[in-house]
Every structure is written in structure tokens, then in C-alpha cells.
């Protein structure tokens, strides 16, 4: 089982189990030793994880730190473990009191859910405000599990790991603050581009007026390069107009949000039936609940329906009578293995013919 699909366990198991989990310790033992034990350290090893590891802090003597994972005889990951629900904002600054004393070159502040990768970017031997990696194990992306891959035990080269964090570090603030520019922009993001294109004095009329123009503007350019890239990857009968398409900046207008795993599905659909219909007649609609493929753009002629959107992912089919089918999928890969079902609901509708 590789690290993603591992990964994928642990969460499912904090959605379930997390409301029954009373205690740190009792977060230690079901979610974080399983995230421990999926980047490939023993765990029950105390010569590789030590639990209650001794970081004296000056003049109080015995101070301990959750657990301290050791390479050649020496700590060189410091973990400081909160109660799942515990906000990790109130307790940074006791993990950087450990991480100054020690050794270490990264720490780790986790409360099952959230875990906060920190290091020395900034300045030698103290620990940065801010983590260069802060993850949600419950809404892992691709780009976060490759960052997790290098801390794993068989891969762990703490000098390679430092040299690419700073680099990390600041592409997710830039991130985080586009993100917040593109959902709701500031007045100075506004301003700055309405001065570029109106010809007067910028008043707060007029800011008000472009603050709408700009959403709407960013909005558009988002569908037009989505538009673009699935051009580059249909032929010319298989684009997609995305004018009309959510895109996963969620605006005010609409509660859908059309995923990329939601777009991916429907390209396997497509893949899987062009072999036996123009691919001109395979369309979506997407809901809350669910992502629809349908027949010549017919609500009567589903083809199937994914759920993508939770912890568990499904691809739901249909047999003679119409009626659903949910079946479990690990990967979107995974829809391959229903071709046989979604050629045979199409042919239903076609009457056996193409």
C-alpha cells in the first residue's frame, strides 16, 4: 500500500472516530502513531520514536516533548501532540521552546487532523513563526502527500528537505494570499488594476463598482483557462465550454463547486465511451451532492453519477430498471473498471444501437 493510499486509511479513520476520542492521549494512539507508522517509522521502537523525550529549557530540568524521532543516535524531528479538537494557533510557542534546546532540524505541532511542519528558515537554531508545510489530513492535495514523501524514513534527507522549504514556505503564503485576493479582493488589489484601465480619479464610487468588475473579470479568466487547457487536451468535438461552468473558486451567486477530480471523471466517462457513441452526445451537470453524466444533455438518460466531494469517493451506475448503483472507488482510475456497465446503460437508451 503506498503512502497516499495510507494516508487516505488515517483519515477515514479521524471522520469516524474523532468525536469519540476524549484525550490527547487517546489522539496519540489512533491518528498520529498511524501517521507516524505510514512515513515508515517503528513507532515501538523507542531507539527511533522516543515518547516523552527530555528537553531540559534552561532552569526547569526534565521538561518533555511527545516524541522525538532519532537518525544516527540524534533527535532530528521534534512532535508536540494536542487533543484533536485543540485550535494549534495557542500552542505553537511551547513546540519552539523544545525546538530551540535540541538539536533537531524540524518540529511538528499536530493534533491528529492538522500537522504543521516547522524549521529554522528564518534563523539558526529557533524555530520559524510560520510552518513551510500545514496540512489537513482529512483534505490532502497530490502536491502535499510528494512533500510528505520526503519525510519518510526511506527517503529522509534533512539538508535536501531544508533547501527546498523556504522555497515552499513562501509559495503557500503567496498562495493563500492570491487565493483571498481571487475570493474577495482587497482595495488596494481593486485599485490597482482600476487604474490601469479608468481613465479618472479612482474614487470610492467608482472602487465599489470596479471591486464587482474585478471579481467578475477574475471569474471569467479562471473559465477561460480552464477552457483552454481542456482544449489542449480534447479533440476539437470534445470541448467543453466552461462559460457557463462553476469553477472551484465558489462565488456568491452559486454553491456548486466543479472540482478537477470531477472534470478527470468525466474525461474517463468520455474515454471510455467514445469508443461506441459520437462524444459530442456525453454531457454533466453537476449538483451539491453529486457530479451527473448524462446522455444528449437528458436528466432521464443518466449514464452515472460520482460522489467525489467526501471522504469516501463512489461512482454510481445503473441498472435496466434505472435504478442506482453506489460502488466504492479508491481512484478515479478505478472507473475504468465499470466500462462494461456504462457501455451497457448507453446501449439501453440507444436500443442497442450506436
Not at 79 to 85: D, F, G, P, Y
Not at 275 to 285: A, G, L, M, S
Not at 294 to 305: E, G, Q, T, V, Y
Not at 325 to 340: A, G, M, P, R, Y
Request: overall charge negative; some cysteine.
Amino acid at each position: 500500500m503506498d503512502l497516499k493510499d495510507q494516508l487516505k486509511q488515517i483519515a477515514d479513520r479521524v471522520s469516524k472516530l474523532k468525536e469519540q476520542i476524549l484525550t490527547e492521549e487517546a489522539t496519540k494512539n489512533a491518528f498520529i502513531m498511524p501517521f507516524l507508522q505510514s512515513l515508515g517509522y517503528d513507532v515501538f521502537n523507542p531507539l527511533e520514536v522516543v515518547p516523552e523525550f527530555v528537553a531540559d529549557l534552561g532552569i526547569k530540568k526534565g521538561e518533555k516533548i511527545d516524541y522525538a524521532i532519532f537518525k544516527d543516535g540524534n533527535p532530528t524531528i521534534l512532535i508536540e501532540c494536542k487533543h484533536w479538537a485543540q485550535n494549534l494557533n495557542l500552542h505553537d510557542g511551547q513546540l519552539l521552546r523544545y525546538f530551540h534546546v535540541s538539536k533537531a532540524k524540524f518540529g511538528i505541532l499536530t493534533n491528529g487532523i492538522n500537522f504543521r511542519f516547522y524549521s529554522d528558515l528564518v534563523e539558526p537554531n529557533k524555530m520559524d513563526e510560520k510552518p513551510f508545510l500545514d496540512i489537513n489530513i482529512t483534505e490532502l492535495k497530490d502536491n502535499q502527500i510528494e512533500e510528505l514523501k520526503k519525510f519518510h524514513k526511506a527517503h529522509f534527507d534533512a539538508e535536501s528537505i531544508v533547501n527546498t522549504a523556504s522555497e515552499l514556505k513562501y509559495m503557500n503564503e503567496l498562495k493563500g494570499l492570491i487565493h483571498n485576493e481571487l475570493i474577495n479582493p482587497t482595495d488596494d488589489f481593486v485599485r490597482y488594476f482600476a487604474k490601469q484601465v479608468y481613465p479618472s480619479v479612482v474614487t470610492a464610487k467608482v472602487l465599489e463598482q470596479f471591486t464587482s468588475l474585478t471579481k467578475r473579470a477574475i471569474q471569467q479568466h479562471i473559465n477561460d483557462l480552464i477552457n483552454d487547457r481542456l482544449k489542449n487536451a480534447l479533440s476539437p468535438d470534445e470541448v467543453v465550454n466552461t462559460e457557463t461552468e462553476t469553477t472551484e473558486i465558489q462565488t456568491e451567486e452559486s454553491k456548486v463547486i466543479t472540482t478537477e477530480d470531477e472534470l478527470e471523471g468525466f474525461m474517463i466517462v468520455k474515454t471510455i465511451l467514445r469508443q461506441i457513441i459520437p462524444v459530442n452526445r456525453i454531457t454533466y451537470r453537476d449538483a451539491q451532492s453529486y457530479f451527473a453524466i448524462l446522455l444528449d444533455d437528458n436528466n432521464r438518460k443518466s449514464i452515472c453519477r460520482l460522489y467525489l466531494n467526501g471522504n469516501k469517493k463512489f461512482i454510481a451506475t445503473f441498472d435496466d430498471q434505472k435504478k442506482e448503483i453506489k460502488n466504492e472507488i479508491t481512484s478515479l482510475d478505478d472507473i475504468f473498471n465499470f466500462s462494461d456497465e456504462l457501455k451497457k446503460t448507453v446501449e439501453n437508451y440507444d436500443g442497442g444501437k450506436e
